[in-house]
């Protein structure tokens, strides 16, 4: 994944996949990219592109922000369920969540992180609240909860997963160093490299 911010905007793109053993079990992709604009530390998107293969389901999705509600312009793909457009308001993509996450973060905990997230066909809650330190190490956990455009049986499934960020304290910020989640595929873990 790569993000680059410079004058205010943001832009990058990110390739997640499933490697070894996993993947021979079941083969899992995102590729995303997006673009928009940085305002106090929040990354507020103006254009998404996505394609998701969960093994389950495939997708492409290209989504344009109009005011606070993202409007899907491209894909295929349709919610479950209609989604009413208060869920669905505030909302931002995956990659910008996902890079808002992953950049580094200033100030005295990075665990204080609540936002919708809209991939074209379902918005789900990611929160991060409860903190637990360990020197210059801080593992940020939460839950991603599924809250419009998931079918019953969705949701009779997995409603929430557990999530957890790692940061480590360096040069006055925070930096992250892993997430790992549950997902309805398994336990997932993205581990920075560099």
Same mark, same amino acid.
């Given at each position: 994944m790569s993000v680059e911010t410079r004058d205010a905007t943001y832009r990058g793109s990110g390739l997640f996949r499933t490697v070894g053993l996993a993947d021979l079990l @079941?083969?899992?992709?995102?590729?995303?990219?997006?673009?928009?604009?940085?305002?106090?530390?929040?990354? %507020?998107?103006?254009?998404? @592109?996505?394609?998701i293969n969960t093994g389950r389901r495939e997708s492409e999705t290209e989504l344009a922000m109009s005011g606070t509600l993202p409007r899907k312009v491209a894909g295929n793909g349709e919610p479950a369920v209609p989604i009413p457009p208060p869920i669905l308001k505030g909302s931002r993509d995956p990659f910008a969540i996902l890079a808002e996450i992953l950049l580094d973060r200033d100030g005295e905990t990075p665990c204080t992180f609540?936002?919708?997230?809209?991939?074209? /066909?379902?918005?789900?809650?990611? /929160?991060?609240?409860?903190?637990?330190?360990?020197?210059?190490?801080?593992?940020?956990?939460?839950? +991603? /909860?599924?809250?419009?455009? +998931?079918?019953?049986?969705? %949701?009779?499934?997995?409603t929430v997963s557990p999530i957890s960020v790692t940061y480590s304290g360096q040069s006055g910020a925070w930096r992250a160093e892993r997430i790992d989640a549950v997902t309805r595929q398994g336990k997932a873990t993205l581990i920075r490299r560099e």
């Amino acid at each position: 994944m790569s993000v680059e911010t410079r004058d205010a905007t943001y832009r990058g793109s990110g390739l997640f996949r499933t490697v070894g053993l996993a993947d021979l079990l @079941r083969h899992v992709a995102f590729s995303v990219s997006g673009d928009g604009r940085v305002r106090n530390g929040r990354l %507020l998107p103006e254009r998404y @592109r996505g394609r998701i293969n969960t093994g389950r389901r495939e997708s492409e999705t290209e989504l344009a922000m109009s005011g606070t509600l993202p409007r899907k312009v491209a894909g295929n793909g349709e919610p479950a369920v209609p989604i009413p457009p208060p869920i669905l308001k505030g909302s931002r993509d995956p990659f910008a969540i996902l890079a808002e996450i992953l950049l580094d973060r200033d100030g005295e905990t990075p665990c204080t992180f609540q936002e919708k997230v809209f991939d074209g /066909t379902r918005v789900a809650e990611i /929160t991060l609240m409860t903190e637990d330190r360990d020197g210059d190490v801080v593992v940020c956990s939460g839950s +991603y /909860t599924r809250i419009g455009g +998931y079918s019953q049986d969705e %949701l009779d499934e997995m409603t929430v997963s557990p999530i957890s960020v790692t940061y480590s304290g360096q040069s006055g910020a925070w930096r992250a160093e892993r997430i790992d989640a549950v997902t309805r595929q398994g336990k997932a873990t993205l581990i920075r490299r560099e």
